[in-house]
Structure formats: structure tokens, C-alpha cells
């Protein structure tokens, strides 16, 4: 969306504002096995860059899933800092610097597209599809 000048402020009960984060895109596509394979938007493969990640999603134990979110490497006062995983990519999680992947958007779930339903309704289905485990969060949003 191009920026604009209004007169008023924005104020839509159907928008949700998600939290900005610098990282690295990620898809995690999980096949009907539970396997997991992790994708930079450019279709490269980011498991090796960030072996943890590619480990943490393994562990949710999902099948046929699509999950979109953001790899990110955390500082000393837990801010994403896009210079950080930069840096990780290069030498993989070797920075001791905590790495996460906030998931925002599932696409798939069970083996069934859910891009056709609304982001708040994909947004609940990630809250009942995500476990905890380490290194994996659902990424935060406000609503007006």
C-alpha cells in the first residue's frame, strides 16, 4: 500500500495492524509425513542458514500445512534486528543471539487452502494449530 495524505486518522474495525518485523520470509511447507521444509520468498531453501528453525517447525508436528511468517534474530533486549540474522544467515546459528519464527499467516491447514477465509479466522486457526515449542511464535497483531 502506497502511503497518502488524509485528513483524518484511519479508523476501519476490519483492518488488523501486525507488528513490523526485520527478518528473513519464510514459508514452512509440511507435507502429509510431517516433514517440514523451509522457503525464502525467492524459493531458496533456509534450512541450512537457520538449521534451529527448520528443527522448531518439525517439532509442531503438522501435516500438509503452508505457514508464512518471519525468521528473526533477537538482540540483548529481544528486538528483532534485521543486521543480527544477516549476520546469522552467513554463519548459522552460531551468534548465540535467540532466533524465532513468528508465523502470521497459515495458507494451508490438514491438507485444505485457507487463503479464501478472512486473516482474522486463519489468525484463529494458527493459535489452534501451534503448540509451543521453542523458537516458534504466532506473530502479533492489533485491531483498531
Known sequence: MM???VKKPFNDSDWIFETKLDGYRAIA??????KAQLWSRNHLPLEPKFPTIG??????????????GKIVALDKDGIPRFSIASTMAETPDRSGCPIICS?????WSD??????????QR???LQEIIT???GIQVG???SV
Open 3 to 5: 502511503a497518502s495524505t
Open 29 to 34: 511447507v509440511i507435507d502429509s509425513t510431517g
Open 55 to 68: 528443527d522448531a517447525v518439525n517439532q509442531l508436528k503438522l501435516r500438509s500445512t503452508i505457514l508464512d
Open 103 to 107: 508465523i502470521c499467516f497459515g495458507l
Open 111 to 120: 491438507g485444505r487452502d485457507i487463503t479464501g477465509k478472512t486473516v482474522l
Open 123 to 125: 489468525r484463529e486457526r
Open 132 to 134: 509451543p515449542v521453542s
Open 140 to 142: 502479533g497483531y492489533a
